[in-house]
């Protein structure tokens, strides 16, 4: 089996202070993708290059203490490719790709931040420039190899999705046009990219289970009043080899858990 995990730390060094690495190590993952890591080499040097006996590669963002994605395997991988070829949000590192290619397959883990709008107008519209020119990226790299891309999507797909659906239509996230550019990403047909949503490939009608961030207002943790940001997005291909899933929530290491999926296939 190949065991994947995502998760959006919400700072490495803040979810360092809370156990995540011991926690990666009794997981034994083969690959950790991570999200908001919010460091710099110059935090990484000494401290964070390993953990649990895996490899770190990192995608920093040029400002301090924002965004940033990093990978940690167990397997070398034969590319590694920091950014999707975009100016503004290759600054924000928001992606970092590991391709393992072998004879029998070229594959890619990718680890993908995409932005929130929720803080105003602005971001939103970035946000919005984000999805118009990464759509094409993802058509482009499915066209070349097979791929799992993990990550903090920032968006809720469908009503089951989240808790309160009725009043979060006007809100970042659940936004109609959010949830129309993922129903075309895993729209099989000629206008689509044809991804998998395997969570939904798995686990086709849960609900509460399903939920990988809860805002700090509130008790929405308490309450399970969460929503479903956290995805692994693949080619249809290494879909078919997803057999578990899990989302772990004994420990919070941010405002996100992780979710893990075993996929019957080794590299």
């Given at each position: 089996m190949f ?5 959006n730390l ?11 690495a011991?926690w990666?190590?009794?997981?034994a ?15 990484i040097?000494g401290r964070?290059?390993d953990?649990?006996?895996l ?7 040029e400002?301090?203490?924002y965004?940033g ?6 397997h ?18 928001r ?6 290619d072998?004879?029998?397959?070229k ?10 709008g ?5 971001r939103?519209e ?8 990464f759509?094409p ?5 499915k ?9 903090d999507?920032?968006?809720a797909?469908k009503e089951?999705d989240?808790?309160?659906w ?5 809100n970042s996230?659940?936004?109609?046009e959010?949830?129309a550019?993922?129903?075309r990403l895993l729209?099989?047909g000629?206008?689509g ?5 395997v ?8 609900t509460?289970?399903a939920?990988?961030?809860w805002?700090?207002?509130g008790q929405?943790?308490a309450?399970?009043?969460?929503w479903?940001?956290?995805y692994?997005?693949a ?5 078919s080899l ?12 941010s405002d ?5 999926v075993?996929?019957e296939?080794?590299?």
């Amino acid at each position: 089996m190949f065991k994947l995990t995502s998760l959006n730390l919400n700072g490495l060094r803040s979810a360092a202070t809370k156990g995540v690495a011991d926690w990666v190590a009794e997981l034994a993952p083969d690959c950790i993708c991570m999200q908001e890591t919010r460091v710099q080499a110059s935090d990484i040097e000494g401290r964070f290059e390993d953990m649990a006996g895996l490899k770190g590669h990192f995608h920093f963002a040029e400002k301090k203490g924002y965004s940033g994605t990093a990978v940690y395997s167990k397997h070398v991988p034969s590319d590694i490719v920091v950014g999707w070829g975009d100016t503004e949000f290759d600054a924000e590192g928001r992606y970092l790709e590991l391709r393992f290619d072998t004879p029998k397959r070229k594959l890619s883990v990718i680890s993908c931040y995409f932005p929130s709008g929720s803080s105003g107008e602005e971001r939103q519209e970035a946000k919005f420039r984000f999805l118009k020119g990464f759509f094409p990226h993802l058509v482009a790299l499915k066209k070349e190899r097979e791929f799992i891309l993990c990550g903090d999507i920032n968006i809720a797909h469908k009503e089951i999705d989240l808790k309160n659906w009725r009043g979060n239509q006007k809100n970042s996230g659940f936004l109609p046009e959010e949830r129309a550019w993922m129903t075309r990403l895993l729209d099989a047909g000629a206008e689509g990219a044809g991804l998998v949503d395997v969570y939904r490939l798995l686990k086709p009608e849960t609900t509460g289970e399903a939920y990988t961030w809860w805002s700090n207002r509130g008790q929405a943790y308490a309450n399970n009043v969460g929503w479903r940001l956290d995805y692994h997005l693949a080619t249809p291909a290494i879909a078919s080899l997803a057999r578990s899933e899990s989302i772990f929530k004994t420990i919070k290491f941010s405002d996100h858990a992780p979710i893990t999926v075993d996929y019957e296939f080794k590299l």
